[in-house]
C-alpha cells in the first residue's frame, strides 16, 4: 500500500463534514470517497477498495455501530481499519466502537492536526502488517524453492533464470509492476510439486518410460495442492503457476489440457521461460541444445506450445534473455 496515495472513505450525514475531511484530507494527497449513511457506504466498500474508512456513529438509514458490524463481518472489508468521527464524548459509546472493531475514534469538532495524525497512523499500521504477510510469503516461496532445488541433482540456478525470465516478459507483455513481481515470486514455485515425485524418476539419468512419465507430470497437481488452500496473493499465484506451466496453448499439454486464454498469462508466460531454459541447460539425460536451435523451436511452438504473442516478445528482446543466461549461469 502507498500511503500517499491511500484511499480512503468518509462516511457522514452531513455535507458540510464530508466537504470539510475530504478537503483536508484531500490536500495531504489522500484519494477521498464519500458516502451520507452506512448503507451508501456498504455499497461503495462492495465495488471499490479503500485503505481506511472514517465513520460517523449518528446517521439515518443505517448508523455507524451497525455499518461497522457488517464490515467486520464480510471477508472483503473486515481488515479495512475504520475510525469513528463521532459527536459523542461518552466512555461507553466509545467502548461499544471498539466492540464492534475500529480502530480508533476522534470527536466532533475535531482538531486538524489530530485527525491527520491519527489517520497517518492508521495507515501507516496497516501498511506495516500487509509488508509483515508478504514477506512472510516470500520467505516461504524462497524456502519452498531452495527445498526442491535440493531435491534435483540438475536444476541449478534454473528456478532463478526462470523466475527473471518469467519478469522480464511479464513486464514485456503489460502487467502492472506489483502482478510482475508476484509472478517473479511464484514461479520460483513451477516444479515445487516435484517434492512428491520418487528419486528414482526425479534424478534418473536416463530418458524416463512411459509409466515414469506419468507419475513425474503429477509434479503439476501436487504443486497445486501444496498452495491451493491459501488466500494470500503471493501463494495463491504459486499454486497457478504450478498446475499450469505445462499446459500447452493448443489444448495439448497436463494437466487440464487448457486451450488458449483459459491458461493464466502467469501460467503462459512460466511455459515459455521453463522450456527456454530447460533446452539450454544439460540434464543427465540430455545434453545442451545451441542457442539457435533453441530460439528456433521456440519460434516452431508459436500457436502450439506457447502463445504467440509471447513468442513475438520474445524474439523482439532475444538479447535480453540471453542476458539474464549469463548473469545466472550455473
Given amino acids: 500500500m502507498n500511503i500517499k496515495n491511500a484511499s480512503i472513505l468518509v462516511v457522514d450525514d452531513t455535507d458540510t463534514n464530508l466537504a470539510l475531511v475530504r478537503e483536508i484530507l484531500q490536500e495531504e494527497g489522500y484519494i477521498i470517497t464519500t458516502a451520507s449513511n452506512g448503507m451508501e457506504a456498504l455499497e461503495q466498500v462492495a465495488h471499490k477498495h479503500f485503505d481506511l474508512i472514517l465513520l460517523d456513529i449518528m446517521m439515518p438509514v443505517l448508523n455507524g455501530f451497525d455499518t461497522c458490524t457488517r464490515l467486520k463481518s464480510d471477508k472483503k472489508s473486515k481488515d479495512i481499519p475504520v475510525i469513528f468521527l463521532t459527536g459523542m464524548s461518552d466512555i461507553e459509546e466509545i467502548n461499544k466502537g471498539f466492540a464492534v472493531g475500529s480502530v480508533d475514534y476522534i470527536v466532533k469538532p475535531f482538531n486538524v492536526t489530530e485527525l491527520l495524525a491519527r489517520v497517518r497512523t492508521h495507515l501507516e499500521l496497516k501498511s506495516y502488517r500487509e509488508q509483515e504477510i508478504e514477506q512472510t510469503q516470500k520467505d516461504i516461496v524462497f524456502t519452498l524453492a531452495y527445498v526442491g532445488e535440493l531435491r534435483s541433482k540438475d536444476t541449478g540456478n534454473h528456478t532463478r533464470r526462470v523466475s527473471e525470465y518469467s519478469g522480464l516478459l511479464g513486464e514485456l507483455i503489460g502487467l502492472n509492476f506489483r502482478a510482475v513481481e508476484t509472478l517473479k515470486l511464484a514461479s520460483a514455485m513451477h516444479d515445487i510439486g516435484k517434492v512428491a515425485i520418487p528419486d528414482r524418476i526425479l534424478n534418473k539419468p536416463t530418458e524416463l518410460d512411459e509409466k515414469e512419465r506419468q507419475?513425474?507430470?503429477?509434479?503439476?497437481?501436487?504443486g497445486y495442492?501444496?498452495?491451493?488452500?491459501?488466500?494470500?496473493?503471493?501463494?495463491?499465484?504459486?499454486?497457478?503457476?504450478?498446475?499450469?506451466?505445462h499446459e500447452k496453448y493448443d489444448g495439448s499439454g497436463y494437466p487440464k489440457g487448457l486451450i488458449g486464454d483459459q491458461i493464466h498469462i502467469f501460467g503462459r508466460i512460466v511455459a515459455l521461460a521453463d522450456v527456454f531454459d530447460a533446452l539450454l541447460t544439460k540434464r543427465s539425460y540430455k545434453e545442451e541444445w545451441r542457442v539457435n536451435k533453441a530460439l528456433g523451436y521456440i519460434v516452431e511452438q508459436s500457436g502450439k506450445h506457447f502463445d504467440p504473442k509471447l513468442v513475438d516478445l520474445f524474439v523482439d528482446h532475444f538479447g535480453d534473455f540471453l542476458e539474464i543466461r549469463q548473469t545466472f549461469r550455473d
Avoid: G, Y
Avoid at 491451493?228 to 498446475?243: D, N
Fill in 215 to 222: 507419475i513425474m507430470n503429477q509434479h503439476a497437481e501436487w
Fill in 225 to 245: 495442492h501444496i498452495f491451493s488452500r491459501t488466500k494470500r496473493p503471493i501463494l495463491k499465484a504459486a499454486a497457478i503457476v504450478a498446475a499450469q506451466h
